[in-house]
């Protein structure tokens, strides 16, 4: 496959402070393999963006086990104790965002949108150093786009060329954050030959994937 990449060669990509994004929900949808790969690099100050923490030996709530994540952008961190603890102890930066917020975010940074008008968070922390924009008398925070340098992500079934098929509730951010990245890496459960997967089928079009994980 012209796209793939073995795990050494992605490990050598990654550097201390880099931006990522990582699929799944509570884990389910979540790049395992590529997580092992973040863990076992060491790499550090790493900010990251995903729906939640998971758990601290699930999902990449082993890079906050680990100690390798200074700031996250998330929608909840209550499934993972050791993320309370490093924020409250200051070790943890979090940023939290509503999660349809967190969605329109990283869908409007993968279209090149300079943001997203929501009621969400008004009268709330959540409107706390935010710009307050206001149409036809309603008032509305502007939440920025939200981008990375890597976005890992995990279909089901891809092909070579890495389209790719998301079974259930696997989908989650994932379309949208392999369209919000520099760089796409993709963990798939099934390789099928180009062409097998019916158009219609394709959940992330392989344009938006630059590396198949072997």
């Given at each position: 496959m012209?796209?793939?990449i073995?795990?050494?060669e992605l490990?050598?990509?990654f550097?201390?402070?880099?931006t990522?994004m990582?699929g799944?929900?509570l884990g389910?949808?979540?790049?395992?393999?590529i997580?092992?790969?973040?863990?076992?690099?060491?790499v550090?100050?790493?900010?990251?963006?995903?729906?939640?923490?998971?758990?601290?030996?699930r999902?990449?709530?082993?890079l906050i086990?680990?100690?390798?994540?200074?700031?996250?952008i998330?929608?909840?961190i209550?499934?993972?104790k050791?993320?309370g603890e490093?924020?409250?102890?200051?070790e943890?930066?979090?940023?939290f965002?509503?999660q349809g917020t967190?969605?329109?975010?990283i869908?409007?940074g993968?279209?090149?949108?300079?943001?997203v008008l929501?009621?969400?968070?008004i009268g709330?922390?959540?409107e706390?150093g935010?710009?307050?924009?206001?149409?036809?008398?309603v008032?509305?925070?502007l939440?920025?786009?939200?981008?990375?340098?890597f976005?890992?992500?995990?279909?089901?079934i891809?092909?070579?060329?890495?389209n790719?098929?998301?079974?259930?509730?696997?989908?989650?951010?994932?379309p949208?954050?392999a369209?919000a990245?520099d760089t796409?890496?993709?963990?798939?459960?099934?390789?099928?030959?180009?062409?097998?997967?019916?158009?219609?089928?394709?959940h992330?079009?392989?344009?938006?994937v630059?590396?198949?994980?072997?």
């Open positions: 012209k796209k793939a073995k795990p050494a490990a050598a990509k550097k201390d402070g880099m990522i990582i799944g929900f389910n949808g979540t790049p395992e393999r997580v092992d790969e973040l863990v076992k690099s060491g550090k100050d790493l900010t990251l963006i995903s729906n939640d923490t998971s758990y601290p030996d999902g990449c709530g082993r086990a680990n100690h390798q994540v200074k700031k996250l998330a929608s909840h209550g499934t993972n050791m993320t490093q924020m409250n102890n200051k943890l930066e979090v940023e965002s509503p967190l969605a329109e975010r869908r409007v993968g279209s090149g949108l300079g943001g929501t009621r969400t968070g709330t922390v959540i706390e935010k710009e307050k924009v206001t149409v036809d008398g008032e509305y925070l939440e920025k786009p939200l981008r990375a340098d976005a890992f992500i995990k279909g089901n891809g092909d070579e060329f890495g790719l098929v998301y079974l259930g509730t696997t989908k989650n951010f994932q949208m954050m369209m990245a796409v890496v993709a963990e798939i459960d099934k390789i099928v030959p180009q062409g097998e997967i019916e158009p219609h089928e394709v992330t079009s392989g344009i938006f630059d590396y198949i994980l072997e």
